[in-house]
């Protein structure tokens, strides 16, 4: 059908920076992967579920005044072997890995003026912003994305380098060993004269033997990059002694070239830090086995539901836990949610503190989102969990630390969160 809401709309496009909440719904967990898929509202961009007990597409609509929304289903392909673990994740794929090829997209034009009827798809003063939308990154990736680059940034020591002369007497087999030991991995070039040392020494004795730092600390050169990660593209992991941080050498073909190295011809052969971080945080997220060696059974159920790992949240997702786990905290969140939403004057539920709160509250103890999975041999196994992604952006908004992909302090997080919510409860 088509209807006087949908021939009178007029509608924009969201900017590269807006976020689009097209893959959950932004006062519950329910998401694109259930029957009914979310509803993105073509008005604000703002996600609602469009049925199921809560149905806050409808409520949003009705407050809002934006009848229009787009409907997104998501069903994965069947897999030829679906037992098979995804593929390790790295900082390359989460950028580039769409999804696209391992599900179908299903939409719909909605208009929620018309009883949510089925609008008539093609009209050419929506068609626009319905395929801004289908394109655009989904809200909670690019959260990740933009904390992941931001992460890393240049400093001036790496610009203090340039118009350096080549150095024509530097042999390129020195790069395959430290100049003052015999380890040939997880070495570092000094971008000021070329020497190789290896990398710092860990606290179990495993890694380096500090030569790169020994390096800064008898001679002052403070920038080198880790050989085995520098990619054609020009990128490699780069270190800064003085900032004492991981950082991004703006200029890395121009000063590898001074030592005679082409970066078009590089390999990767280590991983980077944040693969060894992602790594890592595959870890926390499978191990289901204590220190000592004891297996852990799974639960699921109100209050007892899981909480995915967003990229180094442990911290949060343990203090959350703990959180709500206290009567009061939850009495406080849980049962209320409903007369929150309803009553709720912030245009956008995903910049509302208090709609994440409960949000969250209902998703912890609710059960709805307590499923366990089933292991090949059909006993139960782990459960996806809900990813409190709009809860992060939230509650982190402009915090210059919590708004990262970092590990945190979980009691400096736990401080910032009595802070935040001292402050809504209070308004
Ligand atoms: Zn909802
Ligand atoms: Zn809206
Ligand atoms: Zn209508
Ligand atoms: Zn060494
Ligand atoms: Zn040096
Ligand atoms: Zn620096
Ligand atoms: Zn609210």
Known sequence: MTCEHALTARLSLPSSST?????????????????????????????????????????????????????????????????????????????????????????????????????????????????????????????????????????????????????????????????????????????????????????????GNNHGISHYEATGHCVSVKLGTITPEGTADAYCYTCDDNKMDPHLAAHLKVFGINVAAQQKTEKSIAELQLDQNLKFDFSMTTADGAKLEPVAGPGLTGLKNLGNSCYMASVLQCVFGIDRFRDRYFPTAADHFATCTQANPAQCLLCQLHKLANGLWSGRYANLETDSEGRPAHQAGIAPSTFKAAVAKEHYEFSTMRQQDAFEFLLHLEKQVDVVERS
């Not at 932004?26 to 049925?51: I, K, M, R, Y």
């Not at 003026?113 to 068609?127: H, M, Q, T, W, Y």
């Open 19 to 207: 976020p689009v909440y097209k893959e959950e719904c932004t006062q519950c967990f329910d998401n694109q992967d259930t029957a009914e898929g979310v509803d993105v509202c073509l008005s604000c961009f703002n996600g609602g579920c469009p049925g199921g007990p809560y149905n806050h597409a409808h409520q949003h609509s009705m407050k809002s005044g934006h009848y229009l929304t787009l409907n997104i289903r998501r069903i994965a392909k069947p897999s030829s072997d679906s037992d098979e673990r995804p593929a390790k994740l790295t900082k390359l794929e989460i950028r580039e890995d769409t999804g696209a090829d391992d599900f179908e997209y299903h939409t719909f034009v909605r208009c929620w003026g018309c009883s949510g009827a089925r609008v008539e798809s093609g009209l050419e003063n929506i068609d626009p912003t319905v395929q801004a939308v289908i394109h655009a990154v989904e809200a909670s990736k690019g959260h990740e994305i933009k904390a992941w680059a931001e992460e890393v940034t240049a400093c001036q020591h790496f610009n203090d380098l340039s118009g350096q002369a080549p150095r024509d007497s530097f042999s390129l087999d020195t790069l395959h060993q430290c100049s003052a030991c015999d380890k040939r991995e997880n070495l570092w070039l000094c971008l000021t004269c070329g020497n190789v040392g290896c990398g710092r020494r860990q606290y179990d004795g495993s890694g």
